[in-house]
């Protein structure tokens, strides 16, 4: 591991939460992270993939069985615990409130999306400032890029897949032209930061 990844991973460490967002392109990165992570894993990992009004897929399941810490489908007012994964739900925007925990919004799309990765990452730079990391992996509109640039300025760990590791590069390239990532990085890369990071 070199300098840049070792002082990712500590600021990883330090994260109360750890927000991963994408859409098209983004579920195998994601499902890849989520099963390698040890049932010794304490921080908190929240799931934002779009997902459309009318595709209740079984991603709770599906991460789940390929998961050795618990995962959970977000209901509204549940308190964000340490040691979980939560899965944003279809047709809903999934806020953080200021006592640490989800909230519900049936409001419009963000980007043609519900849930938002933008809304997500908006309330949680509210909440959380500097003290969660938040990752935007592929996708095929500039949903998150808003968001996470809010992140960044708070402080927190920002980092977004690289657009040419990325199967569809305009999410990530939105994020990349707005300044909003720390670092860029390819996703085996993340995998490795984030499996680094379950060991400890």
């Known amino acids: 591991m070199d300098k840049e990844e070792d002082v990712i991973l500590q600021r990883l460490r330090k994260a109360e939460v750890i927000f991963l967002g994408g859409s098209a392109g983004s579920f195998t990165p994601i499902f890849n992270i989520v099963r390698a992570l040890s049932e010794s894993f304490k921080q908190t990992i929240v799931v934002i993939i779009h997902r459309g009004k009318n595709n209740f897929s079984d991603i709770e399941n599906l991460f789940a069985a390929n998961c ?24 809903y925007h999934t806020l953080i409130e200021k006592n640490k925990t989800f909230a519900l919004d049936v409001s419009d799309p963000v980007w043609y999306s519900k849930p938002s990765i933008d809304v997500t990452f908006d309330s949680a ?10 990752i935007l992996f592929s996708g095929a509109n500039q949903d998150g890029a808003d968001g996470l640039l809010k992140l960044h300025n708070k402080g927190a760990l920002t980092i977004v897949q690289s657009a040419e590791d990325a199967e569809i590069s305009t999410m990530p390239q939105a994020a990349i032209d707005a300044n909003a990532a720390e670092y860029i990085l390819k996703a085996d890369q993340i995998l490795n930061l984030l499996r680094s990071d379950s060991q400890t």
Not at 80 to 91: D, E, F, K, L, Q
Not at 125 to 134: I, L, P, S
């Open 68 to 91: 050795r810490i618990s995962v959970c489908g977000i209901m509204d007012k549940d308190k964000i615990i340490s040691g979980r994964i939560y899965i944003a739900p279809a047709n």
């Open 125 to 134: 730079a509210r909440t959380y400032g500097a003290k969660c990391a938040a």
